[in-house]
């Protein structure tokens, strides 16, 4: 049904990446109108180098949805690119990762099979899912005020860490995602409310949700 798995930069097909950077030109320029460097149709930064890793969401061989990662250690959009805009930012030193250009396909899900199942969820429980597995501690991410609110509908128990105005004179705020046993069964239970998928599949990276065989 859809497959989460991680792609380094460097790892990355020429297809693949054009495909994700035409989504992301898409949906951050086209559809939300945000302040980003695009070339012949497609949407990347300085960001998108050796030391990134993606995650995708692929349906039909498809991308439907994906997540930016890059380690807290490496040059990142909150340490750099909007430090200036807080009056304090200093992630904690450790083994934690940034995630930005995070993204689900609206019109790809809702001509697809997945229209009715909670998409964004399922990419949360990837992120998370893909953190534990690799050994990191959390995830920071910078996020808008209508992803805020997505955030917090699914459950995911975050906290804000801190909050500023953009360019246009709206919220955006650090926010930090945990990854602790507990914030991955609230995810897994709200990306299988109706118990399509075996709950310990779901707990796997790669993370594959597929029909459990023996509910169908």
């Known amino acids: 049904m859809i497959n989460f798995l991680d792609i380094n930069y460097p790892k990355l097909s020429e297809q693949r990446s054009s495909e994700l950077f035409i989504l992301r030109k898409e949906t951050f320029k086209d559809r939300l109108d945000w302040a980003v460097n695009c070339v012949n149709g497609m949407e990347f930064d300085e960001y998108d ?29 909150i340490s750099h690119t ?28 809702r001509s697809s099979d997945l229209y009715q199942y909670p998409v964004s969820s399922m990419l949360f429980l990837a992120m998370v899912n893909y953190a534990r ?68 599949e779901l707990a796997k990276w790669p993370l594959a949700f597929q029909p459990n065989l023996r509910q169908v």
């Not at 050796?50 to 490496?74: A, K, Q």
């Not at 992630?91 to 396909?105: H, K, M, T, W």
């Not at 360019?167 to 991955?184: G, H, Q, S, T, W």
Request: hydrophobic letters at 35%.
């Open 82 to 109: 909007f430090a200036p805009w807080f009056n304090n930012v200093e992630l904690p030193a450790g083994n934690y990762i940034e995630s930005s250009r995070f993204f689900v396909d609206k019109e790809r899900a």
């Open 133 to 200: 597995h690799y050994g990191y501690e959390g995830i920071y991410t910078l996020v808008s005020h209508a992803m805020l609110r997505i955030l917090k509908r699914s459950g995911w128990e975050i906290s804000v860490v801190e909050q500023t105005l953009s360019e246009k004179k709206e919220k955006i705020y650090i926010v930090f995602l945990p990854i602790d046993d507990k914030n991955r069964d609230i995810l897994i239970e709200k990306s299988n409310q109706d118990k399509l998928f075996d709950d310990k």
């Open 49 to 77: 180098n050796e030391h990134t890793t993606y995650v995708f969401g692929i349906h039909n061989d498809n991308v439907l949805c994906s997540v930016r990662f890059i380690e807290t250690r490496y040059p990142n959009m």
